[in-house]
C-alpha cells in the first residue's frame, strides 16, 4: 500500500486536498457511493489495468473518467461507440494534402494512436454498442503488451507509460450487446450505482448552492422514492437518472418543479404507464 501511495504522489499532480472527504470526492467533483470505490478504481489505474465502469445511464460514468483525468492531470480522448464505429474512428484515417504545390497522403491520428502516444487516457463510452467485429483490434492495446500495429501505416506503437483506457458499459439496454469474452477479460470491472442518502445530499448542495431547501428536498426525495421503483421493477432505469434529475433541477429553479421533472424526466420515457406513475410519485412529494 505504501508503494501504491508514492506511485499516486508521483502521478497526481493536481495538487488538491479534500480533507477529510477526499476518499469521496475526486479531483474532478465526481462524489463516490462509498469511501472504498474511488480509491479501488485508482488502484486499477496505477496497476496499468484497463476499467470498465458498469452502471445505469446517469449514474456518473463519464463523471468518474473525467475525475480519473483530472486526478492524474492527464488529458482524455473519448471515442462514443455506435453500430457505426469503425477502425478508422478508432485509429485515424488517410488524407490527401497540398504541400509546396504538391499532393500527399497524410494520416491523421485517431483517438486510440493520441491516447497511446502522448500518455493520455481513452475513454470508450458505451463500448457494447459497437459492433464486436470491431474491437478487438484494441485487444493488444489492452492486455500486457500495450501496443499495437496500426494497419492503415504499418507502425508499431507502443504505449506511453502513462496511458491509460476506462470503459463504461450499461448492460440490458437496447442496442446493446453483450461483451466479448476475450474483450471483457481485459478490464477490472467496477460496477457504479445511483448516488443515495448523504452522497446525494451532498451533489445537489453542491450544484444547486443558491437553490431553496423545499426545491432540494422535493427533489432528493423523489429521487430516493424513483429508485425504490426502479428496484421494485415498476420503473426503468432511465427513469432515476441522477443526470436528468440534476436537469430537472436545473430547470425548475425557472419553472414549476412538477413541470420541470416531466420535461427532463417524464417526457422521456417510453412506456405511458410509466410517465404516468412518475407523475403520480412526483405530485405526491411536491406539497
Known amino acids: 500500500m505504501a508503494l501504491m501511495e508514492q506511485e499516486m504522489d508521483k502521478r497526481n499532480r493536481t495538487g488538491k486536498d479534500y480533507g477529510d ?19 479501488d478504481i485508482l488502484a486499477a489505474v496505477m496497476l496499468q489495468k484497463p476499467v470498465l465502469l458498469k452502471g445505469p445511464t446517469g449514474a456518473g460514468k463519464t463523471k468518474l473518467a473525467e475525475s480519473i483525468s483530472a486526478q492524474f492531470g492527464q488529458p482524455m480522448q473519448s471515442i462514443n461507440c455506435s453500430v457505426d464505429l469503425d477502425a478508422e474512428a478508432l485509429l485515424g484515417f488517410k488524407t490527401l494534402t497540398q504541400r509546396n504545390g504538391e499532393s500527399q497522403i497524410e494520416f491523421v491520428e485517431g483517438p486510440v494512436v ?68 476475450a474483450l471483457k477479460n481485459r478490464f477490472i ?18 450544484e444547486f448552492s443558491e437553490a431553496g431547501s423545499e426545491l ?3 427533489m432528493l426525495d423523489l429521487a430516493s422514492d424513483l429508485m425504490k421503483q426502479v428496484q421494485n421493477g415498476l420503473l426503468s432505469e ?42 403520480d410519485l412526483a405530485n405526491t412529494w411536491k406539497k
Open 216 to 218: 432540494k428536498t422535493f
Open 21 to 39: 472527504d477526499a476518499k469521496l470526492i475526486a479531483a474532478g467533483g465526481y462524489i463516490a457511493p462509498d469511501e472504498n470505490l474511488w480509491q
Open 238 to 279: 432511465e427513469a432515476a437518472s441522477i443526470r436528468s434529475l440534476l436537469d430537472a433541477t436545473a430547470l425548475a429553479q425557472h419553472m414549476d418543479p412538477l413541470r420541470a421533472v416531466r420535461y427532463a424526466i417524464a417526457e422521456k420515457l417510453e412506456d405511458e404507464s410509466e410517465r404516468d406513475l412518475f407523475m
Open 114 to 181: 493520441k491516447a497511446m502516444k502522448n500518455g493520455h487516457f481513452l475513454y470508450i463510452d458505451e463500448i457494447n454498442m459497437a459492433k464486436p467485429e470491431t474491437l478487438p483490434i484494441l485487444h493488444s492495446v489492452l492486455d500486457y503488451r500495450r501496443m499495437m500495429t496500426n494497419p492503415f501505416t504499418g507502425e508499431v506503437i507502443q504505449a506511453h507509460p502513462d496511458f491509460g483506457v476506462i470503459a463504461a458499459i450499461n448492460e440490458g439496454y437496447i442496442g446493446t450487446a453483450p461483451m466479448n469474452e
Open 189 to 206: 470491472a467496477y460496477p457504479i450505482p445511483y448516488l443515495t442518502g448523504e452522497q446525494l445530499q451532498q451533489l445537489w448542495d453542491r
